[in-house]
């Protein structure tokens, strides 16, 4: 479904990403793990346009992404859900929704939103409230809603778990697993490698803009070297 | 009686300021850039619809539709020439440009129209007689189509899928762009809009004061955009409040403190505003949750 092929992104002179490929089938759920700086939002923001890669190239769906603009690859059924959530802080919980849809048609709106509040019910109680009020965890579910919004056929979530408390990153991971047994594929960034390798069906891990292993998620929950890297054993 | 037109006059006065800075704080909201070449667009728009009813023998209000007409294409143009390419750049070389737009469109117009100052014939003429004060024309209508373009500005931004996403472009172009939103577009739309708005003020400020020069969008552009900071820039409802006190303010102490003195009057209430409330009066802080 998404096809990585040898990207080298630069900031200024930094060379962020240093030539790497990955790949991210129908129906799975696949992680980026690494620490602090790897290089794994660059990844995804190279993915979703707003950040080019200077060789390589990006496939989604068979088509070449290197030339299409941030707002056409929404609607192409790329979702991201960037680091930081990002909701609009002063706009409504249900507008911040109607943002997501921005590239379906009308008619799709309050169906959509509806199955949003299917899957986050806290979001409706708070749907007139501005999204700058809610809790940390809400807005990072108020963000995947949103994200959810476009009907993408590839989720990529950066972060979801950062700076929430225990409890919520659990739950967060939850919503995570009932969105892939409903079918959604899933890029998945995280620092919580545990976590993410839990839910993961395949991992790459990722250290100062390389790709040094990969794998199964058990695959990699029992690999020595990120055991000791990443896992704190 | 005399504080009561005096009043009036200030309104008058004020609505054309709060129609400038509707346009100031929208493009200000948006692109988060302060467009100092707006007051020139004013002019613009002046002699635009002036060269149209003297000319081409236009009634007023189809005069005031070229107008519109003509500064939206200047506006987007100007959007695209000149501020696009600095998207990426610092906001210091996009306010050094606009400053430069500033002086392109008042030497353009001296070129064009020359530097003797034109007499223009107000759109609508005429005066009403309200409670034995007499109000012109001019004053009802520059007040009426304040408030009609301050509600439906609110509309739009509020209600339409086009005016949410200004919203959200000017919260975060990063996250708009994920959500599928052509921010280059918006940013283009937004323009558009205040630069139509600035043809209106244009009109109707040159109907109420009917000398015409290339310069004379600079003063009420500026003070327009004082407008914009004292009610809360990026703000709607702060252009409109603050359009209006700043015409009130300006008004009445021409009349009862001094003429000389009315615009640096005007500039130290702004300043003691600013410190008692930096974000302008309905400027608001929206804290940032982690």
């Given at each position: 479904m998404l096809k990585v092929n040898d990207i080298n992104v630069y900031y200024g002179s930094i060379h962020a990403i240093k030539g790497v490929s990955f790949e991210v089938h129908q129906g799975e759920v696949v992680t980026l793990i690494g620490a602090n700086g790897a290089g794994k939002s660059t990844i995804l923001q190279t993915v979703s346009g707003l950040l080019r890669s200077k060789t390589g190239s990006v496939e989604f769906l068979g088509e070449n992404l290197g030339n299409v603009a941030p707002h056409k690859i929404v609607a192409k059924g790329l979702a991201h859900v960037p680091e930081g959530r990002r909701v609009f802080l002063q706009m409504t919980v249900e507008e911040n929704l109607e943002m997501g849809a921005f590239t379906r048609p009308g008619s799709e709106v309050d169906s959509g939103i509806a199955d949003v509040y299917k899957r986050f019910p806290r979001l409706e109680e708070r749907r007139?409230?501005?999204?700058?009020?809610?809790?940390?965890?809400?807005?990072?579910?108020?963000?995947?809603?949103?994200?959810?919004?476009?009907?993408?056929?590839?989720?990529?979530?950066?972060?979801?778990?950062?700076?929430?408390?225990?409890?919520?990153?659990?739950?967060?991971?939850?919503?995570?697993?009932?969105l892939h047994k409903a079918g959604t594929t899933i890029l998945l960034v995280e620092q919580n490698a545990q976590m993410a390798l839990s839910v993961a069906d395949r991992g790459y891990v990722l250290e100062t803009g390389k790709i040094v292993t990969t794998g199964t998620g058990a695959e990699l929950l029992n690999d020595d070297a990120v055991k000791k890297a990443y896992l704190g054993a | 009686?005399?504080?009561?037109?005096?009043?009036?006059?200030?309104?008058?006065?004020?609505?054309?300021?709060?129609?400038?800075?509707?346009?100031?704080?929208?493009?200000?909201?948006?692109?988060?850039?302060?467009?100092?070449?707006?007051?020139?667009?004013?002019?613009?728009?002046?002699?635009?619809?002036?060269?149209?009813?003297?000319?081409?023998?236009?009634?007023?209000?189809l005069a005031l539709i070229l107008a519109m007409v003509v500064c939206t294409a200047l506006g987007v143009v100007i959007e695209g020439l000149a501020y696009r390419p600095l998207r990426e750049a610092t906001s210091l070389a996009v306010l050094i440009t606009a400053?430069?737009?500033?002086?392109?469109?008042?030497?353009?117009?001296?070129?064009?129209?020359?530097?003797?100052?034109?007499?223009?014939?107000?759109?609508?003429?005429?005066t009403q007689n309200i409670g034995g004060l007499s109000v012109s024309n001019i004053s009802l209508l520059t007040m009426a189509a304040c408030i009609v373009i301050m509600v439906v500005l609110t509309l739009f931004t509020s209600k339409t899928k086009m005016g949410k996403a200004m919203r959200a472009c000017s919260e975060d172009k990063g996250a708009a762009q994920l959500m599928g939103i052509n921010v280059n577009r918006t940013i283009?739309?937004?323009?558009?809009?205040?630069?139509?708005?600035?043809?209106?003020?244009?009109?109707?400020?040159?109907?109420?004061?009917p000398t015409l020069m290339p310069t004379t969008g600079s003063m009420p552009g500026i003070k327009a955009f004082t407008a914009a900071v004292f009610g809360g820039i990026g703000s709607i409802p702060g252009a409109f409040l603050g359009g209006i006190l700043l015409g009130i303010i300006e008004a009445l102490a021409k009349a009862y403190l001094s003429t000389q003195l009315s615009n640096s009057i005007v500039f130290a209430v702004l300043i003691i505003v600013l410190l008692v409330r930096p974000a302008g009066l309905l400027g608001k802080y929206v804290p940032e949750k982690v």
């Open positions: 007139r409230q501005i999204a700058g009020t809610l809790s940390g965890g809400e807005q990072q579910m108020l963000a995947m809603g949103r994200a959810l919004m476009s009907k993408p056929q590839l989720l990529m979530l950066d972060e979801p778990s950062m700076g929430l408390a225990p409890l919520l990153v659990e739950q967060i991971f939850e919503i995570i697993k009932e | 009686m005399e504080f009561l037109s005096y009043l009036i006059s200030g309104i008058s006065l004020g609505s054309v300021y709060a129609i400038i800075a509707l346009g100031y704080t929208m493009v200000y909201g948006i692109a988060k850039m302060l467009n100092f070449a707006h007051g020139d667009v004013i002019m613009i728009g002046g002699y635009i619809s002036f060269c149209a009813m003297s000319y081409l023998n236009f009634p007023g209000w400053i430069g737009v500033s002086y392109f469109l008042q030497n353009s117009a001296l070129l064009i129209w020359g530097a003797t100052p034109k007499v223009f014939s107000p759109i609508v003429e005429g283009s739309t937004t323009f558009a809009i205040g630069s139509a708005l600035a043809a209106v003020a244009g009109v109707l400020m040159c109907s109420a004061y």
